[in-house]
């Protein structure tokens, strides 16, 4: 799986960006995508989650009501929606893939990162 990463920038405080996240190659077994920053000095942190199937989502405590996570499986897109933007939600964003494989010793997970993009919010 190839995840590319794209949308970053550099907002005022209170602006919105809108991230993508381009899948290719064996998509067809993702369980689930998500949302992950890391800001300098600092560790890379969940940001949001969606799951393939129940396209249920989760979010970072932090981001919530600001961000909207999106996915269209068709497409092989996902979407961060990020309304509100704080000087805090500064980061690196990575897109994420976990990947299920059924093995003979049962199911394992692979995870596949993008290079990451830059979003930085000015106060």
């Known amino acids: 799986v190839q995840l590319v990463e794209s949308g970053g920038g550099l907002v005022q405080a209170g602006g919105s960006l809108r991230l993508s996240c381009a899948a290719s190659g064996n998509t067809f077994t993702i369980t689930s995508m998500g949302w992950y920053r890391q800001a300098p000095g600092l560790q890379r942190e969940l940001v949001a989650v969606i799951e393939s199937g129940t396209r249920s989502t989760d979010y970072a405590d932090s981001v919530k009501g600001r961000f909207t996570i999106s996915r269209d499986t068709a497409k092989n897109m996902m979407w961060l929606q990020m309304n509100s933007l704080k000087p805090e939600d500064t980061a690196v964003y990575y897109c994420?893939?976990?990947?299920?494989?059924?093995?003979?010793?049962?199911?394992?997970?692979?995870?596949?990162w993008g290079q990451g993009t830059q979003v930085t919010v000015s106060s």
């Open positions: 994420n893939a976990v990947r299920r494989i059924i093995t003979t010793q049962g199911p394992h997970d692979y995870d596949y």
